[in-house]
């Protein structure tokens, strides 16, 4: 009798037996219901929503370039598409106030709707076959991968873009259902689209449903990231670009963090991908091309520079019968970006404020390039590529990120043998103009990310060998550790063992100021957040917070000189949130002695002037203060007169 | 609520509010008598920089030691003692974070609790290990006198011997982030009520308000016997086991809570600040110290965050530490 495949049944079911005990013993007894619950109604959500943005996005691209759709990566182009449409019809929905529970709700029946047909449902069933084809190997070393983001999108978030602006204005904007903006909330006149369906996906599916919406949105990029390789350059799976995503800290730091970074280079993909996939007698993707660079445009400004590159392209490339289609491209795209400058001249700003449009007179500069990187003489820039692989670091300004060692020989050993290829030349052109714009502003790692996607397809030209492999390999623990050290920090609160409260206390500075603010100063009470940018966190209605380099509360005080709390007080403002020491000299070793005093030091003294003057500190912990303005002389607190 | 429970983990759960007890009646002193000004002398404390430590609160008096931060991480790490031929400092064996301090103490609370006591001697201040372990994300600021220990819950002032693992716990509903004060056998703190903040200790060993003023009372500190508070307009102190009130005139309680050294209470006052108007720069009115036993700094510019032990007085001005010291045929 063969006993073999006996033992090798038993060795199965014991093995399953002790992962199955083990998993009782630990996850299930780890997990804790309170914490399990709200996480999977965001993930509930996020999985309508994105199931939404595929039904309609394949409906729309179904009618505006069908080829497109039939294509290799169809569901990824279905998906940016839809994801459009969301993003578009919450827009017009904030343009009149009405962002709010029943529109989220209303927004995603529309994209559910065309699943009820045939057609958008196989769109739905060819993503996940897209998945699936991946096998147990890809899937898992991906979600192992992905692991961190994942815990980083369920855990409170502390990120500081986070809770100053993406899910700051994202809860604000499902709580008022409108938009914010002017020179009290600069973040507010950005152009939105992806912070709408952050505060749609907040306020259907709670917090953790906009960082689980962009973890897999991440991964959706990775995916067509390999497929979009397979397609232009054949050959077999094109891996090694998405793993360089993968292992680079830059790209797997922001996979579970709600930025805008990774849905602008998803449009930016799919618009790299619209022209490069089109058959030659279709100019149909031209004008999806259009659409979907105007979304990335949109989603963040960053892109411009990518995009630029792609025009170039899709003017070089396109014979001159299609240039009526390029032109309804270039139409759709200014449709898509129009109503955010359009918004801020209508409010009697520069249309590209925050960027620009401070008055002249103030003196304020809105962000120094100055402060990131290594320096930005002709030796910096010259040695920008080496210093961006070997001298980047997670913590610091140098770049303020980490990528991997491998995309060193993806970006030039593969382009260079293939570069008679026209796919070559275009993704080449669209990531040169890229970095070029990227290296001109500031240097700071994340700002790469919106066309890091067509820069991994553009990898797909390598055949790894050992030395790529060796690069990948070797340069993982730098990028790796980092993300895995900040999901180990989070793993407590996520799994419900730690409070909350007392995660967030230990988190942030300003962590026990904000837990008074909730616990002490009534829910309705305007607060004015200066020298501060914990938005999110702040439970009142709250004005200023910060930009960068603290603009809003400089430029308040620059423009109330003489009662900058009085004016406050005057505008319905009673309480304070004060951070205590809003810069650090060596950050600005740029600027001598006398200009750093009038941008930022006289700033900090007219605040405590002013302070000292004019308000009460109520409690301060860890740099934080929260203040009372003081009622005008003859009122008392409550605001009756003596 | 968002900080709480809005996100993807669970909710926390409130008690119900303690019983307010009428205050007790009590000896006063009209508001605005202050003891005759006294002589001292001021100098510069250039070598301890106030800006090292993270904690607003350092440097300050621990008796006639000063408190103080060289740590890079903004710790409390060491103690230069005034009483002393030379000044000498000590350096803690290890930086400490939010300690509480009492006359010739340094406490820090903590599921391994420390214990400093400051003497002289060489090499590095090496700690006690007291019992009575504390979780150190419990919240709040734990005060101490040296010999009892006092801290506020979310919903109970808790209140234990120094080295003793048992604490006394009542309830009450201070207000986030205040301390408690230990002074005149007791222990009180600054409770919450619908309309304003009230002073509440323990009368007959129940919580009572001992001060519900019109405008609310606020930043209570204790000393020895006594107790002190500010109110709209004045300092008030308050001796528990003899009932006796005196209360000062004062336009403080705006930034740091008043020093309180036995029966001396000194506080930061910005009478005529406001006038000034929040530009600051007519000339107008600063802020000074003032203490009831008639110390008073009138310098110019402002001068802030007053600690006060003996004839000692320890004071910010701009960005540099100062030390004011009354004779000693004046010592109190």
């Given at each position: 009798?063969?006993?073999?495949?006996?033992?090798?049944?038993?060795?199965?079911?014991?093995?399953a037996a002790l992962a199955g005990a083990f998993l009782y013993l630990d996850v299930a007894q780890t997990l804790r219901a309170?914490?399990?619950?709200?996480?999977?109604?965001?993930?509930?959500?996020?999985?309508?929503?994105?199931?939404?943005?595929?039904?309609?996005?394949?409906?729309?691209?179904?009618?505006?370039?069908?080829?497109?759709?039939?294509?290799?990566?169809?569901?990824?182009?279905?998906?940016?598409?839809?994801?459009?449409?969301?993003?578009?019809l919450l827009t017009a929905l904030a343009f009149?106030?009405?962002?709010?529970?029943?529109?989220?709700?209303?927004?995603?029946?529309?994209?559910?709707?065309?699943?009820?047909?045939?057609?958008?449902?196989?769109?739905?069933?060819?993503?996940?076959?897209?998945?699936?084809?991946?096998?147990?190997?890809?899937?898992?070393?991906?979600?192992?991968?992905?692991?961190?983001?994942?815990?980083?999108?369920?855990?409170?978030?502390?990120?500081?873009?986070?809770?100053?602006?993406?899910?700051?204005?994202?809860?604000?904007?499902?709580?008022?259902?409108?938009?914010?903006?002017?020179?009290?909330?600069?973040?507010?006149?950005?152009?939105?689209?992806?912070?709408?369906?952050?505060?749609?996906?907040?306020?259907?599916?709670?917090?953790?449903?906009?960082?689980?919406?962009?973890?897999?949105?991440?991964?959706?990029?990775?995916l067509g990231v390999i497929r979009l390789g397979e397609a232009r350059f054949g050959g077999g799976p094109a891996w090694m670009g998405a793993l360089a995503l993968l292992g680079s800290w830059t790209f797997l730091r922001e996979a579970g963090l709600p930025y805008n970074n990774l849905p602008t280079a998803l449009w930016v993909l799919t618009a790299v991908d619209a022209l490069l996939g089109r058959n030659a007698d279709d100019p149909a993707p031209l004008r999806w091309m259009g659409l979907s660079a105007g979304l990335g445009m949109a989603a963040k400004y960053t892109a411009a520079p990518a995009l630029a590159g792609l025009a170039l392209a899709a003017l070089y490339t396109t014979p001159r019968r299609h240039w009526p289609a390029l032109a309804a491209g270039g139409v759709l795209a200014l449709l898509a970006v129009a109503p955010w400058p359009a918004r801020n001249v209508l409010s009697g700003l520069h249309p590209f404020f925050p960027y620009a449009g401070w008055p002249d007179s103030s003196g304020l500069t809105f962000m120094y390039a100055e402060k990131y990187g290594l320096g930005r003489d002709g030796a910096a820039f010259g040695m920008l590529p080496w210093n961006l692989l070997m001298r980047a670091d997670t913590e610091s300004w140098a770049f303020f990120g980490r990528i991997s060692l491998v995309w060193a020989a993806l970006l030039t050993v593969g382009p260079l043998h293939r570069w008679r290829e026209r796919p070559v030349r275009v993704l080449g052109l669209v990531v040169a103009a890229g970095f070029g714009g990227w290296a001109l502003g500031p240097h700071w790692m994340r700002y790469l990310l919106p066309i890091a996607p067509v820069a991994a397809v553009l990898g797909a030209t390598l055949?790894?060998?050992?030395?790529?492999?060796?690069?990948?390999l070797v340069s993982l623990p730098a990028n790796l550790l980092p993300a895995w050290r900040s999901a180990e920090d989070r793993i407590a609160v996520v799994l419900g063992h730690e409070k909350r409260a007392d995660f967030l206390k230990r988190s942030l500075p300003a962590g026990e100021a904000l837990a008074w603010l909730e616990t002490e100063v009534p829910a309705g009470a305007p607060v004015a957040q200066l020298f501060s940018w914990y938005g999110y966190y702040v439970p009142q209605p709250w004005r200023l917070g910060s930009v960068e380099d603290h603009v809003p509360t400089r430029f308040w005080l620059w423009s109330h000189p003489e009662s900058p709390l009085g004016d406050l007080y005057d505008e319905g403002v009673r309480y304070l949130l004060v951070g205590e020491s809003p810069f650090l000299r060596s950050q600005y070793r740029f600027l001598s002695d006398p200009e750093y005093e009038r941008e930022f030091g006289s700033y900090e003294r007219r605040l405590d002037r002013a302070l000292l003057a004019r308000a009460t500190r109520l409690m301060g912990a860890r740099g934080f203060s929260v203040y009372r303005i003081d009622p005008p002389t003859g009122v008392d607190a409550s605001g009756s007169s003596e | 609520m968002l900080w709480s429970t809005a996100g993807c983990q669970g909710a926390e759960v409130a008690a119900e509010p303690a019983e307010a007890v009428a205050p007790p009646t009590s000896v006063d002193t009209p508001a605005g008598t202050s003891p005759s000004r006294r002589s001292f002398s001021v100098e510069p404390l250039y070598a301890i920089r106030p800006d090292r430590c993270s904690d607003r609160r350092f440097p300050k008096l621990a008796g006639p030691w000063i408190v103080w931060c060289n740590a890079s991480t903004g710790e409390v790490?060491?103690?230069?003692?005034?009483?002393?031929?030379?000044?000498?400092?000590?350096?803690?064996?290890?930086?400490?974070?939010?300690?509480?301090?009492?006359?010739?103490?340094?406490?820090?609370?903590?599921?391994?609790?420390?214990?400093?006591?400051?003497?002289?001697?060489?090499?590095?201040?090496?700690?006690?290990?007291?019992?009575?372990?504390?979780?150190?994300?419990?919240?709040?600021?734990?005060?101490t006198d040296g010999v009892t220990a006092a801290w506020l819950n979310r919903e109970s002032v808790e209140v234990w011997k120094l080295g003793e693992a048992t604490r006394q716990v009542y309830p009450a509903h201070p207000?986030?982030?205040?301390?408690?004060?230990?002074?005149?056998?007791?222990?009180?703190?600054?409770?919450?009520?619908?309309?304003?903040?009230?002073?509440?200790?323990?009368?007959?060993?129940k919580p009572a308000a001992i001060a519900a003023p019109e405008g609310g009372a606020r930043l209570v500190v204790g000393s020895g016997a006594w107790l002190a508070w500010v109110e709209r307009?004045?300092?008030?102190?308050?001796?528990?086991?003899?009932?006796?009130?005196?209360?000062?005139?004062?336009?403080?309680?705006?930034?740091?809570?008043?020093?309180?050294?036995?029966?001396?209470?000194?506080?930061?006052?910005?009478?005529?600040?406001?006038?000034?108007?929040?530009?600051?720069?007519?000339?107008?009115?600063?802020?000074?110290?003032?203490?009831?036993?008639?110390?008073?700094?009138?310098?110019?510019?402002?001068?802030?965050?007053?600690?006060?032990?003996?004839?000692?007085?320890?004071?910010?001005?701009?960005?540099?530490?100062?030390?004011?010291?009354?004779?000693?045929?004046?010592?109190?």
């Open positions: 009798m063969n006993v073999r495949p006996l033992r090798e049944l038993v060795g199965v079911l014991a093995a309170e914490a399990a619950l709200p996480a999977a109604r965001g993930a509930a959500i996020t999985l309508l929503w994105a199931a939404g943005a595929l039904g309609s996005g394949s409906l729309l691209l179904n009618k505006l370039a069908p080829a497109t759709l039939a294509g290799a990566a169809g569901p990824l182009h279905a998906f940016a598409l839809g994801t459009g449409a969301q993003a578009s009149g106030g009405r962002a709010q529970f029943p529109a989220f709700i209303a927004v995603l029946a529309l994209g559910l709707a065309p699943l009820l047909t045939a057609q958008p449902r196989l769109i739905v069933k060819r993503a996940v076959a897209g998945v699936t084809r991946l096998g147990p190997a890809g899937l898992g070393l991906g979600a192992a991968l992905l692991l961190p983001g994942a815990v980083e999108a369920l855990a409170p978030p502390t990120d500081t873009d986070i809770i100053y602006q993406h899910l700051a204005l994202a809860r604000r904007i499902a709580e008022e259902g409108s938009l914010l903006g002017g020179f009290d909330h600069p973040d507010g006149s950005r152009p939105l689209p992806v912070h709408l369906l952050y505060a749609a996906l907040w306020g259907l599916g709670g917090e953790c449903a906009p960082g689980l919406w962009h973890l897999g949105l991440a991964a959706a990029v990775l055949r790894p060998g050992i030395g790529a492999w060796l690069l990948l | 790490d060491r103690a230069t003692a005034l009483d002393l031929p030379g000044r000498p400092t000590r350096e803690l064996q290890a930086p400490v974070r939010d300690p509480s301090v009492a006359p010739g103490w340094l406490y820090r609370p903590s599921l391994e609790p420390r214990l400093w006591r400051l003497i002289a001697g060489e090499g590095a201040l090496a700690p006690e290990s007291p019992s009575g372990r504390l979780q150190e994300t419990d919240g709040g600021r734990v005060v207000v986030a982030g205040s301390a408690p004060a230990l002074g005149g056998g007791t222990v009180a703190w600054v409770e919450r009520t619908d309309d304003e903040t009230q002073i509440w200790g323990l009368v007959g060993g307009g004045q300092v008030v102190l308050y001796a528990p086991e003899s009932g006796e009130r005196r209360q000062h005139a004062a336009v403080t309680g705006f930034d740091h809570p008043p020093s309180l050294d036995g029966a001396v209470a000194c506080w930061e006052d910005r009478h005529g600040v406001r006038e000034a108007g929040e530009a600051g720069e007519g000339g107008g009115g600063d802020i000074e110290i003032r203490c009831s036993d008639g110390l008073e700094l009138r310098r110019p510019g402002h001068q802030r965050q007053p600690s006060r032990f003996g004839p000692w007085l320890l004071f910010r001005e701009g960005d540099s530490l100062f030390l004011a010291s009354a004779p000693p045929n004046e010592t109190p």
